[in-house]
């Protein structure tokens, strides 16, 4: 009987080993597949460095650049442009992502940018 208790312990301690590992990753998997904007997204623009992620809801576009793997702060940016306007930015230090950065388009085109240490994108006029 003490050797069934013992080979029964052993499974209880890898089941538990095993699902304490999947629930640490799972949010992390949640993390980087969570929308910062609301509404559908229209353009996905990729780069080396990770990719902008352009929404589209009412007239306004939202867009935040999501970088490839989140690690220590590293500098990051992310800018959207209605055609006729200047270009909003949000620029700074950070792990996981940069904005969501919202501006009124209305009908017009955009253009999105985004950068993540070193490397950078920058999309044509889009949604036109």
Not at 44 to 51: A, D, L
Not at 78 to 96: F, I, K, M, T
């Amino acid at each position: 009987m003490s050797a069934r208790l013992t080979r029964y312990g052993a499974f209880l301690g890898t089941a538990l080993a095993i699902a304490s590992l999947l629930a640490l990753a799972g949010p992390a998997v949640t993390a980087e597949a969570a929308s910062y904007c609301s509404g559908r997204v229209v353009r996905t623009v990729p780069f080396s460095g990770g990719e902008v992620v352009v929404h589209k809801k009412a007239g306004y576009v939202c867009a935040a650049t999501v970088a490839r793997r989140s690690g220590p702060r590293r500098a990051m940016s992310v800018g959207v442009q209605a055609r006729g306007n200047r270009e909003v930015l949000d620029r700074g230090r950070y792990r996981s992502h940069a904005g969501p950065v919202v501006v009124h388009a209305g009908n017009r085109c955009v253009r999105v940018s985004g950068s993540v240490g070193g490397r950078s994108v920058r999309s044509g006029w889009i949604m036109c």
